[in-house]
C-alpha cells in the first residue's frame, strides 16, 4: 500500500486482520457509488426517478474523486459508468467517457479546490455536472440520430447539483472515519 | 510479478484516463455496431437484479400504501359522492352496453361471424424502470418458463401499454407506447380512419398520418388497428386531445405514470417483430406453458 509506504521507520507486515480492513476501506467508494446507484433503480415510485441514476453517479464520482481518488482509480470509474450505461438504458460508453471525463476534471482542480470550502466544490460541481448532462445528451442523439428534448438533460443537472449536498455530507464523514485507511 | 520502477508506474498511472476514455469511445463503436450485445449484457444485468427488486417491492408498496391512505382520509366525503355520481352514470352505461352486447350477439349469430380466437395471457408485475431518462420503458418480473415472447401486448386494466421488447430468463421488458421509438397502428373511433400514434417520450403520444378529409375530434376514442399484423383490432387505447398549438395527440387511458401489474397478451401475432437471430445451441424441447389462463 502506497501510503504505508510513504512513512518512514520499520514495522511489521500487516496482519491479515489488517489488510482486510485496509482493502474494505479502500473498496468503500467505489461500493458505496454501486449500492447507491443499484438503489436509485428500486422501485420507489418517485416521479422522474430515472434522473436519479445519472446524478447519484455523478455525484459520487465527483466527491471521491476529489477526496480519494486512491481509492476510486480510473478503471473502476470506467466500471461505475459501464454500470450507469445498462441500468440507465443509454447507448454503451456514454456513461462511462462522462464520468472518466468528470474524474478528470476532478484530478485536475484537486489542488485549487482543496484549498477552498466545501460551497466551491459544490459550486463548481454545479457546473460539471450541467456540462456532463450536456455531453450525455448530445452523444445519445449522436448514436441514436435522434433530435431528444433538452429537458431530461436539464433535469439531470439540476437534481445532481440539488442532491449532492446530501451525498458529500454523509460522504465527508465516511472519508474521516471509515473509509480512512489511515484508521486502519 | 514484474517489478517496475517508480517512474514507469507513474507514467502508467498517469496513461490509464487517457486509455480509458479511448476505450470508451470504442464499446460506442462497438455497442453501435453489435446492438445485441447491449441488449444481452442488459437483459442479463436485469435477471440478476430483479429478485431484489422484487423483494424491496413488498415494503416499499406497504409504505405507499399507508401514504395514499392517510391522503385519502382527507378527502373521504368528498370522494364518496363523486364515486355515488360516477356509479349512477357508470350503471345506466352498464344497462346500454348490456342491450348493445346481446344486439351485437344477435347480429353476429344471423351473419355467421367468425369468432376471434381467445388470446391467451399472463399476469406480470411492473419492478422497475427499465427507459432510463431517454426512453419510456418498465421491466416485468416474470419467472422462469413464463412463456412470455417478443412482440406481445402489454395491457393494463384500462388500456394499451405497450409491446414486449425484450426476454430474459426471468424478465421482460415492455416498450411503452409513448416512447421514442413507438409507432403504433391505429383507427379512430367514430370515423373508422387509420393514423398512426407516434411516441415523443412525453407522457401523450402525437397522431399522424390520418387520411385527408377527417379530422380527429377532440374526446374521440383511438384503439388499435390490425394492420400490419402488429396487434388485435379495437384495444382501447386513449383519447384524442389536441395541444393549444393544434397538434393531435392522444391522452393514453392506460395508467402508464404508476403501472404495477400488467397483462400480457399473446395474440400469436408477428407483424413487425425481427426475426430472432439463429440459436447456436441445440433445440430443446419447449418448456411447457405454465401460468397460462
Request: aromatic share 4%; glycine share 12%.
Given at each position: 500500500m502506497a501510503h504505508i509506504d510513504r512513512r518512514p521507520g520499520i514495522r511489521p507486515r500487516p496482519s491479515f486482520g489488517r489488510r482486510l480492513d485496509i482493502a474494505a476501506r479502500a473498496c468503500f467508494p467505489g461500493c458505496i457509488t454501486i449500492l447507491l446507484m443499484l438503489l436509485t433503480q428500486a422501485p420507489l415510485g418517485l416521479p422522474g426517478q430515472a434522473a436519479s441514476l445519472p446524478a447519484v453517479a455523478l455525484g459520487c464520482v465527483w466527491f471521491w474523486s476529489l477526496f480519494r481518488p486512491a481509492a476510486l482509480p480510473p478503471p473502476i470509474v470506467f466500471l461505475i459508468g459501464l454500470l450507469m450505461d445498462l441500468l440507465g438504458y443509454l447507448p454503451l460508453g456514454v456513461g462511462a467517457f462522462t464520468l472518466l471525463a468528470v474524474h478528470g476534471v476532478a484530478l485536475a482542480m484537486r489542488r485549487s479546490l482543496s484549498r477552498r470550502g466545501g460551497g466551491w466544490i459544490w459550486i463548481v460541481f454545479a457546473g460539471v455536472a450541467a456540462a456532463a448532462s450536456l455531453s450525455i445528451w448530445l452523444m445519445v442523439m449522436l448514436l441514436t440520430f435522434r433530435l431528444l428534448s433538452p429537458y431530461p438533460a436539464i433535469f439531470i443537472a439540476v437534481l445532481a447539483a440539488a442532491i449532492f449536498p446530501l451525498l458529500a455530507v454523509p460522504f465527508a464523514s465516511a472519508h474521516r472515519s471509515i473509509a480512512n485507511p489511515e484508521r486502519a | 510479478m514484474i517489478r517496475l520502477s517508480i517512474q514507469a508506474r507513474q507514467a502508467l498511472a498517469r496513461l490509464t484516463l487517457p486509455v480509458l476514455i479511448v476505450v470508451s469511445f470504442g464499446v460506442m463503436l462497438l455497442g453501435k455496431a453489435d446492438t445485441l450485445l447491449a441488449d444481452r449484457a442488459r437483459t442479463a444485468l436485469a435477471d440478476g437484479l430483479v429478485p431484489i427488486y422484487t423483494a424491496l417491492a413488498a415494503p416499499l408498496g406497504r409504505i405507499h400504501a399507508a401514504i395514499t391512505e392517510t391522503a385519502t382520509l382527507w378527502d373521504m366525503r368528498a370522494e364518496n359522492d363523486r364515486l355515488r355520481a360516477e356509479n349512477d352514470t357508470l350503471r345506466r352505461w352498464q344497462s346500454v352496453a348490456l342491450?348493445?352486447?346481446?344486439?351485437?350477439?344477435?347480429?353476429?349469430?344471423?351473419?355467421?361471424?367468425?369468432?376471434?380466437?381467445?388470446?391467451?395471457?399472463?399476469?406480470?408485475?411492473?419492478?422497475?424502470?427499465?427507459?432510463?431518462?431517454?426512453?419510456?420503458?418498465?421491466?416485468?418480473?416474470?419467472?422462469?418458463?413464463?412463456?412470455?415472447?417478443?412482440?406481445?401486448?402489454?395491457?393494463?386494466?384500462?388500456?394499451?401499454?405497450?409491446?414486449?421488447?425484450?426476454?430474459?430468463?426471468r424478465t421482460a421488458r415492455v416498450l411503452l407506447i409513448t416512447d421514442l421509438n413507438s409507432r403504433i397502428p391505429v383507427t379512430l373511433e367514430t370515423s373508422r380512419a387509420h393514423a398512426i400514434l407516434v411516441g415523443t417520450n412525453g407522457n401523450r403520444p402525437r397522431l399522424q398520418y390520418w387520411p385527408e378529409g377527417v379530422t380527429p375530434q377532440e374526446g374521440e376514442r383511438v384503439v388499435t388497428s390490425a394492420e400490419a399484423n402488429a396487434f388485435p383490432a379495437n384495444l382501447p387505447i386513449g383519447t384524442v386531445h389536441y395541444t393549444s398549438s393544434g397538434t393531435a395527440e392522444v391522452e393514453p387511458a392506460a395508467m402508464l405514470q404508476k403501472l404495477e401489474v400488467v397483462r400480457i397478451f399473446d395474440y400469436g401475432l408477428n407483424g413487425v417483430v425481427a426475426p430472432e437471430p439463429p440459436v447456436t445451441e441445440p433445440p430443446v424441447a419447449e418448456p411447457p406453458m405454465q401460468g397460462r389462463h
Open positions: - | 342491450a348493445l352486447d346481446a344486439e351485437n350477439q344477435r347480429l353476429k349469430a344471423s351473419l355467421r361471424w367468425i369468432p376471434d380466437p381467445q388470446a391467451s395471457f399472463v399476469t406480470a408485475r411492473v419492478v422497475a424502470d427499465a427507459g432510463g431518462v431517454y426512453a419510456k420503458a418498465v421491466l416485468l418480473s416474470t419467472g422462469p418458463n413464463s412463456g412470455i415472447h417478443k412482440g406481445e401486448i402489454a395491457v393494463d386494466e384500462r388500456g394499451l401499454v405497450g409491446r414486449i421488447t425484450e426476454v430474459g430468463a
